[in-house]
Structure formats: structure tokens, C-alpha cells
């Protein structure tokens, strides 16, 4: 089985509206409904001999995230600052984030734990390095033509609210949001955005 774990976003700021219109554009997974998150740690393989094993490893995220991000939901605050690129069957271009110091722990500890818990990682290399996939393209002159409007729709750093860590499993066609490891509460989220903006 092939999983993979994201944070969706909050669907209502202007920002992830502004994000979904590049996509419609640049996209080949928009067309699909695939959500829009950020890839926290990339895809990874790992078996199960029964559904009480994957509920129990499903549990194990789950409360090592809750221990983790507990009473930190600035943590969901998540200020995006660049673009990157990169090539190998499709091209694939990305927003860039700025990963706090306790997002970071985070993601090793998830690492650490998915590497105990015998996953087998695609992509070793960078692999607590997350990024926001707004493009896929087969064509290079068509990532060029995108690159060049992200430049421009994307020149200036941004802010979006997280709402949930899911784990993600790969499905015959596409990428299917398969549970939710930990929401975020929101209730302050707006507090947590004005004190970002005024530190940036």
C-alpha cells in the first residue's frame, strides 16, 4: 500500500481561491478534484497483514501528531516566501513554505516513526523538505509559460491557514484523502494571521 502525509488547507481564505485558479490553469490534478495540500513527507510504501495492523498505524500518527501540535495551532499558520521547480516524468512546480522550527520536529518525528514502522520512502533525499505542488506539466514550454505567471501571482510572501494533517493513499486513478490524523483548531486562526503579517 502507498501513502502519503499532507496538510490540507483552510478553502475560504482569498489565497487558496488564488492557488485553485493557477491550478484550474496549470494543473493536470485539478481536473481530477485532487486537494490541494502540502506534501509533508512524500509517498511512501508500507504493508499490512489486516485492517486492526493499518488502524493501529493509522492510530499511531494520529496521537504522535496530537502530542506533537497539541495547544500550537499557530503551527497551522503556514507563510509561503518562493517557487521551485523540477523535472523527471512530468515537471512539477511548487510553492515553497517557511517550516517553523516546531513543524520541522514534527515532521522527524513522523519520519522517524514511519521508518520503525517499516515504510519505504520513494524519495530519501529531502525528505522532510515539503512543498506545495501547484503544477504538473508533460510539455517544458508549458512549465515555462507557468513559471513565469507564478512569478507574477506569487511575488509576494502570503500566509494560509491550515485546517488538518491527512494521510493519503493511492488509488487507481488518483491520490484519495483516506483519514484525518489531526485537525487544527480554528477558532483563532484570524489572531495567529494578523500576528504573522505584522512580524513579516
Not at 484550474?24 to 509533508?40: I, N
Not at 495547544?71 to 515553497?96: C, H, P, R, Y
Not at 512543498?131 to 504538473?136: E, Q, S, T
Request: net charge negative.
Amino acid at each position: 500500500m502507498e501513502f502519503f502525509i499532507g496538510l490540507i488547507f483552510d478553502p475560504g481564505s482569498i489565497h487558496h481561491n488564488k492557488i485553485e485558479s493557477f491550478r484550474k490553469r496549470f494543473d493536470s490534478k485539478y481536473q481530477k478534484g485532487e486537494k490541494l495540500q502540502l506534501t509533508l513527507l512524500p509517498p511512501f510504501s508500507i504493508d499490512f497483514q489486516n485492517n486492526e495492523e493499518l488502524n493501529s498505524f493509522t492510530e499511531g500518527l494520529s496521537d504522535l501528531l496530537d502530542s506533537h501540535l497539541y495547544g500550537l495551532d499557530q503551527i497551522s499558520q503556514i507563510e509561503f516566501n518562493g517557487i521551485t521547480f523540477s523535472m523527471g516524468k512530468k515537471g512539477v512546480l511548487a510553492l515553497t513554505p517557511k517550516v517553523s522550527p516546531e513543524l520541522f520536529y514534527c515532521q522527524e518525528s513522523l519520519y522517524s516513526f514511519l521508518k520503525e514502522s517499516g515504510a519505504r520512502f520513494k524519495k530519501s533525499k529531502n525528505a522532510t523538505n515539503p512543498l506545495l505542488p501547484i503544477g504538473r506539466f508533460d510539455y517544458i514550454d508549458l512549465l515555462e509559460s507557468a513559471i513565469e505567471t507564478a512569478k507574477i501571482e506569487f511575488s509576494s510572501p502570503f500566509v494560509m491557514n491550515g485546517a488538518s494533517f491527512v494521510l493519503f493513499e493511492k488509488g487507481p486513478q488518483q491520490w484519495i484523502a483516506k483519514n484525518n490524523l489531526y485537525d487544527f483548531d480554528s477558532r483563532d486562526h484570524f489572531f495567529f494571521v494578523d500576528q504573522l503579517c505584522q512580524n513579516t
